[in-house]
């Protein structure tokens, strides 16, 4: 059961993480958006993020094959280089270690994203990552109906 509505208690944060949110929607390639959301999301056992952005993805025309794939992007051939870049470095962003990002995977976005698409890559993992983490806190269940 949802344990509060974040955006009724604290209008003043949500809104802050909202404005994060609008900056990465108008930065970052929407089809590789979706696919850092979902993946961060999966990652971090967000059901509501994971129903949201699944279905996001599909509304913006994302094909189902490729989205049931982001939980095994490594080895599934449906990812180009620049996307399989973002991945890795959601994941590595998501599972934040004692030591970092590692270089290998850094210098692979580093290799396919320009400086700016990496910051905003960041920013963009970042802010989902926030977004789970306030899901998965406050219990958001995804609607029952669509």
């Known amino acids: ?3 509060m509505n974040p955006g009724e208690v604290a209008p003043k944060a949500y809104q802050a993480v909202m404005g994060m949110e609008k900056y990465v929607q108008s930065n970052v390639d929407h089809t590789v958006l979706e696919l850092i959301k979902l993946r961060a999301s999966m990652l971090n056992g967000c059901a509501y993020c994971v129903d949201m952005h699944s279905r996001d993805a599909l509304a913006e025309g994302e094909s189902s094959r490729r989205l049931f794939a982001v939980a095994t992007w490594r080895e599934a051939p449906f990812f180009d280089e620049r996307e399989r870049a973002a991945l890795a470095l959601t994941d590595a962003v998501t599972r934040l270690g004692e030591h970092g990002v590692p270089d290998e ?7 396919v994203w320009s400086e700016k698409e990496l910051a905003d890559l960041v920013f963009a993992i970042a802010t989902i990552n926030v977004w789970n983490r306030i899901g998965v806190t406050l219990r958001l269940e995804p609607p029952a109906q669509v």
């Open 105 to 111: 995977v850094w210098d692979a976005a580093a290799k």
């Open 1 to 3: 059961m949802q344990r």
